[in-house]
């Protein structure tokens, strides 16, 4: 199975700050892997998917980059809808796995 | 706007069985693979099961095989999760999903709500 691993864990941060999340695969997953948010009592909602390609909606403060086994998520600038967890996913290969999910809270 | 929405979920007893449903709809649901994503409490997002569009393929997580099977209805724009000799450790939301279709299968790029599972005496 590959093991994503993201850092850090938790973090805080202030409205306005620049933030960058990393994921790590255990082997190259290409550029197979996608970036989620998940509120509490909410559906996950698709950020980045292919590493890069920002999804339909989603405000361009997010951003993804890097390929093969690192991988980055950085949100420009905070604004207080952003507080929330979020997972990196592989699709490279089935076990689809994820990170453990970073907890983004606020400072 | 593409609408998921899961049922079925509840509180049983270890040993027993459970069958989780996905509504969709505004979509073509025929033409989609679909998945199960659990979150057990205090714990991240776990892949449970994929099925491919037509059914004819399915793909599950080494903890659930044999235990659980997904299965889906095209007619009733349905996803099913079956899941049988539930333990403690299954107990978790469960989520479907609809999974982008590139050349292969991708990432899941809408959710449903969820349905809570709880396996307990």
């Known amino acids: 199975d590959i093991q994503m691993t993201q850092s850090p864990s938790s973090l805080s941060a202030s409205v306005g700050d620049r933030v960058t999340i990393t994921c790590r695969a255990s082997?190259?997953?290409?550029?197979?892997l996608h970036w989620y948010q998940h509120k509490p009592g909410q559906a996950p909602k698709l950020l980045i998917y292919?590493?890069?390609s920002l999804q339909s909606g989603v405000p361009s403060r997010f951003s993804g980059s890097g390929s093969g086994t690192d991988f980055t998520l950085t949100i420009s600038s905070l604004q207080p809808e952003d507080f929330a967890t979020y997972y990196c996913?592989?699709?490279?290969?089935?076990?689809?796995?994820f990170g453990q999910g970073t907890k983004l809270e606020i400072k | 706007e593409v609408q998921l929405v899961e049922s079925g979920g509840g509180l049983v007893q270890p040993g027993g069985s459970l069958r989780l449903t996905c509504a969709a709809s505004d979509f073509t649901f025929s033409t989609y693979w679909m998945s199960w994503v659990r979150q057990a409490p205090g714990k991240g997002l776990q892949w449970v099961a994929n099925i491919k569009h037509d059914g004819s393929d399915k793909y599950y997580v080494d903890s659930v095989k044999g235990r659980f099977t997904i299965s889906r209805d095209n007619a009733k724009n349905s996803l099913f999760l079956q899941m049988n000799s539930l333990r403690a450790e299954d107990t978790a939301v469960y989520y479907c999903?609809?999974?982008?279709?590139?050349?292969?299968?991708?990432?899941?790029?809408?959710w449903g709500q969820g349905t809570l599972v709880t396996v307990s005496s």
């Open positions: 082997q190259s997953i290409i550029n197979f």
């Open positions: 999903a609809r999974v982008y279709m590139g050349v292969f299968p991708t990432h899941f790029d809408y």
């Open positions: 996913h592989q699709s490279y290969s089935t076990p689809y796995t």
């Open positions: 292919a590493a890069s």
